[in-house]
């Protein structure tokens, strides 16, 4: 008989965003005269770039042509990309090899992944709230996992206790969902607590391209040691609108190395190769090329572009709010708006308060974890007009 993985049955039921896609596909079911709009999912609306768009076509001549047709790629991803995305960095005064940078189809898969590099073991540590996956994925494989309160009193931005002893930690910046950001500083604090303990930091950078506060860090690699601590998590999906597109990165330095219990050094950049060798088979050169089309100038400036346009949403939601006197946090640094939920309002009920009265579909803070509780995200990556239309419903529906 199989042994199936007994971990699953501490799973909830279902994935946060499958969950709210059920609930608005029963609304919409049931109200089909509604014109229901989406801030949930953080999905980008923008069309891929100009730029991506063509050298995603002049890749596709490429597989069109004997003389140019590939097959297999690297698992690890091409070199032109690997070398691209090591520009930017240096760009940003972060020195990293491109044999550091691997390529994959999702900082959700990587994130995911990147357990199979960790004893069953390991005491995690994540913030409460958090994004669901780093739970998820630690609980499939058994680990423990403790929670530090991420609240409105430390701006959701916990910080090391040195009462807690953890082996992995996750940290997202700016964050999903509080859309919070940690100064420099911050960071070196979580670089100098892991490093105490031996621990490994997994940090997920999936937003730092929002980022416009010259003085907040992008990077972990922007703090000095972390390159022996450090495992650093990012995607073009929120960069380039490639949520369908699919290509991310996962820095592993050659510096983090761990030892075994049998005294061998083990660097993490060569498991992870050894991994990916075996299980992954690399992103379409098609996509890898539109993915490099993002790095150039050109690819650069058009991504401004749409990262101003999404912030610029988040701007329109965060003025209705300061207007009509709610407390957010996020929304500058970031796509996401983190909102208290009015009049004292569960989660979940101010979910389906929004979704009825307003049709307009937010995440519910609670989601997220138990700190969430009382707090609701929406995104800033809408349409504008719809997303003006969201803030006109919820401004009429909450100054009732
Ligand atoms: C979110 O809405 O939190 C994100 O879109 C989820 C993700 O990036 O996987």
């Given at each position: 008989m199989a042994h199936i993985n007994?971990?699953?049955?501490?799973?909830?039921?279902?994935y946060l965003f499958s969950d709210i896609a059920k609930k608005v596909a029963a609304f919409s079911q049931e109200n089909p005269q509604q014109e229901i709009i989406r801030l949930?999912?953080?999905?980008?609306?923008?069309?891929?770039?100009p730029a991506v768009i063509s050298a995603m076509h002049a890749a596709v001549d490429e597989m069109g042509d004997a003389a140019t047709f590939r097959g297999y790629g690297p698992e690890q991803g091409y070199d032109f990309l690997r070398e691209a995305i090591a520009a930017y960095y240096a760009k940003n005064g972060v020195s990293i090899a491109a044999d550091e940078i691997f390529i994959s189809d999702g900082a959700k898969s990587d994130v995911g992944n990147i357990?199979?590099?960790?004893?069953?073991d390991n005491t995690v540590l994540v913030p409460?709230?958090?994004?669901?996956v780093y739970v998820d994925t630690n609980i499939m494989s058994g680990r423990k996992i403790l929670y530090m309160n991420a609240t409105a009193e430390n701006g959701f931005l916990p910080m090391p206790d040195p009462a807690v002893s953890a082996d992995m930690i996750y940290l997202c910046s700016p964050n999903n969902p509080t859309g919070a950001v940690y100064n420099k500083q911050q960071l070196k604090a979580w670089v100098d607590y892991a490093r105490e303990r031996e621990a490994v930091l997994l940090f997920d950078?999936?937003?730092?391209?929002?980022?416009?506060?010259?003085?907040?860090?992008?990077?972990?690699?922007?703090?000095?040691?972390?390159k022996e601590c450090a495992i650093e998590f990012c995607s073009l999906s929120k960069t380039a609108g490639f949520t369908g597109t699919r290509c991310a990165y996962t820095i592993v330095p050659h510096a983090l190395e761990r030892k075994g219990a049998n005294g061998a050094t083990l660097s993490l950049r060569s498991m992870w190769n050894r991994r990916q060798t075996t299980k992954f088979n690399g992103v379409p050169y098609i996509v890898q090329r539109g993915a490099a089309a993002v790095f150039t100038e050109e690819g650069m400036q058009q991504a401004h572009k749409a990262i101003d346009y999404y912030k610029g949403n988040a701007r329109i939601i965060a003025d209705a709010f300061t207007a009509l006197g709610i407390r957010f946090f996020g929304g500058a640094n970031s796509p996401y708006i983190w909102m208290e939920c009015p009049n004292h309002m569960k989660s979940w009920e101010f979910f389906h308060y929004l979704l009825e009265n307003a049709a307009v579909v937010g995440t519910p803070g609670a989601g997220f974890g138990e700190?969430?509780?009382g707090w609701f995200r929406l995104t800033g990556f809408g349409d504008r007009e719809k997303t003006k239309e969201a803030v006109a419903r919820i401004s009429a529906l909450l100054k009732k």
């Amino acid at each position: 008989m199989a042994h199936i993985n007994e971990n699953y049955q501490n799973l909830k039921d279902s994935y946060l965003f499958s969950d709210i896609a059920k609930k608005v596909a029963a609304f919409s079911q049931e109200n089909p005269q509604q014109e229901i709009i989406r801030l949930g999912i953080g999905d980008v609306t923008l069309p891929l770039m100009p730029a991506v768009i063509s050298a995603m076509h002049a890749a596709v001549d490429e597989m069109g042509d004997a003389a140019t047709f590939r097959g297999y790629g690297p698992e690890q991803g091409y070199d032109f990309l690997r070398e691209a995305i090591a520009a930017y960095y240096a760009k940003n005064g972060v020195s990293i090899a491109a044999d550091e940078i691997f390529i994959s189809d999702g900082a959700k898969s990587d994130v995911g992944n990147i357990v199979d590099l960790f004893a069953a073991d390991n005491t995690v540590l994540v913030p409460d709230p958090v994004y669901p996956v780093y739970v998820d994925t630690n609980i499939m494989s058994g680990r423990k996992i403790l929670y530090m309160n991420a609240t409105a009193e430390n701006g959701f931005l916990p910080m090391p206790d040195p009462a807690v002893s953890a082996d992995m930690i996750y940290l997202c910046s700016p964050n999903n969902p509080t859309g919070a950001v940690y100064n420099k500083q911050q960071l070196k604090a979580w670089v100098d607590y892991a490093r105490e303990r031996e621990a490994v930091l997994l940090f997920d950078a999936a937003y730092e391209a929002f980022i416009g506060d010259a003085q907040l860090p992008h990077s972990i690699y922007e703090v000095e040691g972390a390159k022996e601590c450090a495992i650093e998590f990012c995607s073009l999906s929120k960069t380039a609108g490639f949520t369908g597109t699919r290509c991310a990165y996962t820095i592993v330095p050659h510096a983090l190395e761990r030892k075994g219990a049998n005294g061998a050094t083990l660097s993490l950049r060569s498991m992870w190769n050894r991994r990916q060798t075996t299980k992954f088979n690399g992103v379409p050169y098609i996509v890898q090329r539109g993915a490099a089309a993002v790095f150039t100038e050109e690819g650069m400036q058009q991504a401004h572009k749409a990262i101003d346009y999404y912030k610029g949403n988040a701007r329109i939601i965060a003025d209705a709010f300061t207007a009509l006197g709610i407390r957010f946090f996020g929304g500058a640094n970031s796509p996401y708006i983190w909102m208290e939920c009015p009049n004292h309002m569960k989660s979940w009920e101010f979910f389906h308060y929004l979704l009825e009265n307003a049709a307009v579909v937010g995440t519910p803070g609670a989601g997220f974890g138990e700190n969430g509780e009382g707090w609701f995200r929406l995104t800033g990556f809408g349409d504008r007009e719809k997303t003006k239309e969201a803030v006109a419903r919820i401004s009429a529906l909450l100054k009732k």
